[in-house]
């Protein structure tokens, strides 16, 4: 673009809004692509704009509004939605409830480039239908057009979509809960209630909940039959510690499952179990979630509920930002530092 005097500018074409701010109004009073007609200096200078910015021709620029556009089509996701551009910026928003995922290593060369700037939720980040996911931009209002060719052509390389949306699926969930005083009502159940509650946003289909004592075959059994009626989850409660008579890990394994992980770098539920037996996903849930309102089974569920596998990679990263801070009835997750990876 190229900086002219306005008193010059006659039959020149505006590559820039000008906005207008009286008493009653704010907004633009030329659009961009505008060609200034003489009755316009006047106006213009009335305006404080002594000079003009207009296209130069064969410049290699593109306009922060092409700009946003041409990023837009580079984060583009199923079941997400644009909106603008607006202020030069494009908003992408969920259509529906789901999981935001991030190829963070992309994002970051992307916004290395230059002037690009993609902002977005976290990685694994919950979503409702409505939620705001990422925004783009450049920062000046025009840039080389040669970095928005860069950032496609990174985009374009990677195995990887730089975002992807996952919606939830309506899973056949089967609840197991354990321990002899609760199977023969020495005392009262508290998971049953806790664990339907955390279901209930994702319109799961739970099949029954099943209580066994500390018994392995009775386990295995429960197990067998959440599985015959088709769950694509198991919730097991009860027995997950390391003590010799908890039995859920043992019967776990002893059904053939593949364990990822029993014990992850997160707390509260340090304990967590998570393993495979085909494409069913059976979790070991914490005893520290009848107590604490989020554990590290609140931050997995909403990747199990999108049926994408998740990996002891994964459970790994959870280290960073692992430590709860007990805000206790005040807990505002996922709007906190808990829970990324």
Not at 61 to 70: C, G, K, P, T, V
Not at 80 to 96: H, I, Q, R, Y
Not at 121 to 145: F, N, W
Not at 303 to 321: N, S, V
Request: charge should be negative.
């Amino acid at each position: 673009m190229k900086k002219v005097l306005t008193t010059e500018a006659v039959g020149l074409t505006l590559c820039h809004d000008v906005t207008g701010i009286g008493e009653h109004f704010k907004g633009p009073v030329f659009r961009r692509g505008h060609v200034i007609a003489p009755e316009d200096v006047e106006r213009l200078l009335d305006l404080g704009k002594r000079h003009v910015f207009i296209w130069e021709e064969n410049a290699g620029e593109i306009h922060e509004e092409d700009a946003a556009l041409r990023l837009a089509a580079l984060t583009a996701v199923e079941h997400g939605t644009f909106s603008g551009p607006s202020e030069g910026k494009m908003v992408l928003t969920a259509d529906c409830p789901g999981q935001l995922r991030v190829n963070l290593p992309l994002l970051e060369a992307v916004n290395a480039i230059g002037d690009i700037t993609i902002s977005t939720l976290p990685d694994h980040y919950p979503c409702q239908k409505g939620s705001k996911l990422a925004a783009m931009r450049i920062v000046p209002l025009v840039t080389q057009e040669s970095q928005i060719v860069e950032a496609e052509r990174l985009c374009a390389e990677s195995e990887t979509p730089l975002l992807r949306f996952l919606p939830y699926h309506i899973l056949k969930v089967g609840i197991i809960i354990t321990g002899s005083e609760v199977y023969s009502g020495r005392i009262p159940d508290l998971f049953e209630p806790i664990i339907r509650r955390k279901l209930e946003p994702y319109g799961a289909q739970v099949l029954g909940c099943t209580f066994c004592d500390d018994d392995l075959p009775m386990l295995e059994g429960a197990i067998q039959r959440d599985l015959a009626l088709g769950a694509d989850l198991i919730v097991m409660t009860g027995g997950m510690s390391v003590d010799p008579d908890d039995l859920t890990p043992t019967a776990v394994r002893a059904c053939g499952a593949e364990v990822v992980t029993h014990g992850v770098p997160s707390q509260p539920g340090n304990m967590l179990m998570l393993a495979y037996l085909g494409d069913t996903a059976i979790v070991g849930v914490p005893g520290a979630a009848v107590k604490q309102p989020t554990t590290t089974f609140d931050v997995i569920l909403p990747q199990i509920m999108t049926g994408e596998r998740i990996t002891k990679r994964d459970l790994i990263r959870l280290a960073d930002g692992g430590f709860c801070q007990g805000c206790g009835a005040g807990c505002h997750w996922p709007n906190c530092t808990f829970g990324r990876y």
